[in-house]
């Protein structure tokens, strides 16, 4: 594949041979992307023109588990080509280590139109000394803004690298460094600019209170969200801003909160639950079938909606659990509506055949549930 004296990146095949497989990945991993950058297919669209446009939101690819997540995750690419983007902004694990890297750079060269990344903890070698330089090689800076048809994009690495029960795992929080370039970068926005921030890990999320509680980190190895006292900074800073949305990967589900007039989503994976289905109908761990999200900016106003994907959609935003056979008259029967997308504190009423509408209570695992929300 690489015979002769090929360079990537200043180093000869010939030095490439005393190499680690991790080095040598890194290396070829960004000789391919500066060929990438160099594809008119994918160059920068003139932010001027662009006055109305959408987004691609993907998160949680998870390539490594093999050809099935090949297979799919090109289909969902050529799905979201068709519906032509003006860019795709990938909130991470791709699960470039420990030796996925090139497959996914292979796989996203299928996108015609532009990628922007953002590290999530399966993209972060723990034992490194530098732990995203294969990121960093690929996709440049794991934290950064850009501006784009009027809104102000903000990519946030809240990856972490601590050390817990004598092992190396990621925890949830921006570091000083970070804080201080977010509060610069957002002073300098214009006021009237709306901004949209992404980040993996997400910052405000009900995943620990819906499972039950429990204390991070004894019960969780890795952080499923940013605690309290983090998540509070973090959004009292934004709130002083124009910040419409925050948009979160990690979790593998929907789910939509508003707090201080920003709305913060936790979006489904595109794996669902790690494609564990094979070829079947893949589900995240809400239930919701895979997909991804598409951000709709028309006139500065901010959208969004859920999109289920490829052997995985359907047209229906959710669905009654268990109700393969009829239901047999009873004084009361149990019915769970699982809706995919709703925000947070939603509310819903079902009826069976012509009986009054009757409101339906919110999920919970103790009351093993009446509506799913997540």
Known sequence: MYAGNIKLTGVTHEKLVKMDRRQFLSLSAAAWLRAARGNPAIAAVDVQEVPDFDIAFITDVHIERGKIAVSKFSETIAEINSQKPAFVWDM??????????????DCIRK???PLHACPGNHDI??????PRKLFNDCFGRAYYSFDFGGVHFITLDGNTVVERQGKNTIDACLDQR???WLKADLEAVPEEMPIICGVHIPIVSTYIERRGGGSFPADFPIAPQFNESRAEKLINLIAQHNVKLVLQGHAHENERTTIKGIEFVSSI??????????????????????GYR????????????????????????????????????SKSSTIVFNCYDAPNGSTAKARINAG??????EYTVKLRCYLRYH
């Open 111 to 113: 996108f015609r139109m």
């Open 269 to 290: 994976s595109v794996c669902g639950s790690w494609w564990r289905s094979g070829e079947g109908f893949e589900r995240g761990v809400d239930n919701a079938p895979r």
């Open 92 to 105: 991470g694990d791709m699960s470039l280590y420990p030796s996925s890297g090139r497959v996914y750079l």
């Open 294 to 329: 598409i951000i709709e900016v028309r006139e500065g106003h901010i959208g969004h909606r859920y999109v289920s994907s490829c052997e995985s959609r359907v047209d229906r935003q959710g669905e009654f659990m268990d109700l393969e056979n009829p239901i047999m008259p």
């Open 178 to 180: 970070q804080m201080t």
């Open 125 to 130: 070698a723990l034992n490194d000394t530098n």
């Open 356 to 361: 009054p509408w009757t409101a339906m209570q």
